[in-house]
């Protein structure tokens, strides 16, 4: 069977999210070893265009499934029509960024289809009696588990930043196949009223290559903008541990943590942040950890790669004037 | 025999440590310092019905048994002993004697808001010239027409100036020394009742401690509680029940002080290793275990026999004067283990030590258990 | 109106985890609580409940005998009853067994309603749910944050990537309970009482006319292990600008990652 690995390309207005051309770079490498061709799906409205630049990360072929119902993600609209193909087409494996929109869509996809699926996983390994092995943190990263799915696809959600992407090559070409989306009344029950977007000029937390995070030693919400004007010197992202989300200094979309967001960047910087197991759970695959806290037994340290004992409150604006200098 | 509580006082336990650890936990330091009585905490520990664990349900109460008073006065000593103490005397002092001596009418107007906690209870048996000793009472109640006419004053009294009802002492005739007591239900802001002095205290320093004097305070017949002369009896009876709300306190603040001293002997590296690591620690930690082991199977066992309805007198006293003593001895290890550190206010070791001492004093000192304990022994 | 809660008790989120010596996560002396974002689905329900006179809650859950103290809890919480599928033949339940078997119980009950958390903290897939909703042929709403219902429809919104997005569906739906929904209750002591007095019906598989054989999971675990322990790196010393001078160069010339 030759019936290769899919990609699912999220795209939003036209952009695609870093994490599907990760999925496209890495699952070139996998495509390769199993010599099966690499196959991006695009779902959406105008979304041709994206055709060229998928193929530039090393899709052998794009399928494009456009419809007016596909305009904005909706559960029910995004999963008849990826069902339909994949019905269709029968891909032995596809890989879906775990975002927002991952996370809705890939299991109500492998419900339909009658198979498993594997969440949020940080490894994807080939493996010769059930296609893939995927290795997934549980208990929010304090172990692992190798998972195989017992038929195909085989689906998973990949983690955002496990893979690095490829350098493009525009001169890359891929066979772009059209398909109608046909989608069941049944799926267009749930009607989107809103979308709010807050603009921010950050990188989103979950696919942030650098997080600056500040804990119980912010002291107050008044003080964020010392650790904001940090990310935007470094082009990071801002974050917070549970104690400052509960104690109602920053909202919990910043929450990094086991009952918060899981991160994984190469840089994570934690300011006033003690490192309570419940944190580290959300943050322990960070590449490179710096920890910045006025108590020498903070728990942080024991992890951390770099480690400064002293006032935050001095150290980030100081840090922060450094990378300036360095440009 | 079994030692197993049930799935109910296992739920019990984690709901007030939840409670305690994030409600009572972050304010428990700052409250002591200013010495600010807990009345928000006070109303939500009421919410989730733990003013009247052991009333009954047709007042309001929670119905559940002495154990699982035991075991919320307990919780909330581990982490905020005012706390503790605050919800002891409301209903082991304030509100068990109408439950157990009230009439029908007595409870339905008095019990039902103290079960619930809509009102706080307090208690007044102590006076300058009555401490350990109630037959030194002063504190007159005199008989005329429809009503008593109640003068003179009380000091030390938990929950005072925040209690909504009083169940108070008062001699009605002197001859008759300790059969001429009388107990009385007095409200607050009855004319002439009003509150002296507030104790500034070495320990639980945010529980309210105020004198209370009354002066031609006259309340109607219907408030004497028991019968005339009944008035000592009821007070001791309330203070046998009593001793397992403080026993269980002196629990809890050892448990505390004990988690802490754990936690940072586990944490503090000294010499190359874990303070844990030292067998002197060990032997420390291993000592404060036993008692605090031993304690709670005392307290526990009051609290059983309370819920029996079996004498309690013996055994109260007898968790009441160990865990005392253990919460006074676990506490200054405590502080101990946590060195310079555990002298600071930085961490509540201290706080723990301070709020230990009143154990082996209130409800009966540590002296007069042995003397009920011995009369015990004696009579049998 | 009919609210279904569906529940799963986890390990506390304080918990160390350690694998036993045949290789599978080790559950002894485990503190074992509601998952967390369960709690939040029950706060839901109770909270609809008491605005809707009439309402019922009732928690539907698949687990060993041990799930039945967190059940106790959700029930102390306020739920009016609850199922419990345990089964001794069932053995490693996958996320498509789960669903499949929650899916049967609840198509034997009355609902209007299905509350779930997003994700339990164990597994952490965040798939049952959506997957139950497939099953009964239910629309759902994924990672809510707030809920309202007006007659047959409820709006939630959601949590996206960089914001939020409003969603309207015609009631029954499933939604999932995002951190932040509301502020779940404490069981009180009366509740904790009456919990012992509620209805938990605990079903096999031969009850909802099913059997392990006839379940066939969709993905199995091969193995478990731990992360390799991160050990403490370099501590830098100095003045603050000395400090922060060093770190900003270690980042860029040694860890290279700035």
Redesign the interface.
Known sequence: MANGIWIFIEQTKGEIRKVSLELLSQGRILADEKGEPLTAVILGKDIAPLADQVASYGADKVIVIEDDKLTDY???AY?SALNKAAQKYEPNAILIGN???G??L???L???L???????VTGVTADADNYF?FK????????????????TPAIATVRPNTFPVAAPDASKKAEVITETAEIDP?DL??????????A?TRP?L?EAN?IVSGGRGMKGPENYVILEALADV?GAAVGASRAAVDAGWIE??F?VG???K?VSP??YIAAGISGA??HL?GM??S????AINKDP?ANI???????????LF??VP??T???KK?G | MNFELTEEHNMMREMVRDFAETEAGPGAEERDEKEEFPLDLWKKAAELGLAGVTFPEEYGGVGADYISYAITVEELSRVDPSLGVTVSAHASLGSNPINLFGTPEQKEKYLSKLATGEHMGAFGLTESMAGSDASGTRTTAVREGDEYIINGSKIFITNGYYADTYVITAQMDKSKGNKGIAAFIIEKGTPGFTFGKKEKKMGIRASATYELVFEDVHIPKENLLGEEGQGFKIAMVTLDYGRIGIASQALGIAQGAYEQALKYSKERVQFGQTLSQFQVTQFKLADMEIQIEAARNLVYKAAYLAGEHQPVSKAAAIAKVFAAETANKVATEAVQILGGYGYTRDYPAERFMRDAKITEIYEGTSEIQRIVIASHILKD | MNIVVTLKQTFDTEAKIALTSSGSIDDNGVKQVINPYDEYAIEEALKLKEANEGSEVTLVSVGGAGTESAIRTALAMGADQAVLVSDPTLEAVDELVAADILAKAIAQIPYDIILSGRIAVDDGSAQVAVRLAEALGLPSVSSIQKLEITGQSAVATRDIDGGSETIEVPLPAVFTAQKGLNEPRLPGMKGIMAAKKKELKVLTLADLETSAAALNAGSKVTSYSLPTPRSAGKIISGEPAQQAAELAKLLREEAKVI
């Open positions: 909706t559960t029910g999963t975002t927002a929109i996370k809705d890939a299991p109500r492998a419900q339909r009658g198979v498993g699926l594997a969440s949020d092995s997934r943190p549980i208990y929010a990263g304090k172990a692992f588990a190798e998972v195989v799915e017992t038929q049944a029950r749930a009607i989107v009223k809103d979308i709010a977007i807050v921010s989103d979950i650098i470094i919990q979309k929450q086991q009952t918060g899981t190469t840089l197991i419940q759970a322990g695959s590449k490179v950890i710096v037994e340290f024991t992890l951390a790669d770099y480690g400064i004992v002293g006032d001095e150290i100081l840090l004037e450094e990378f360095l």
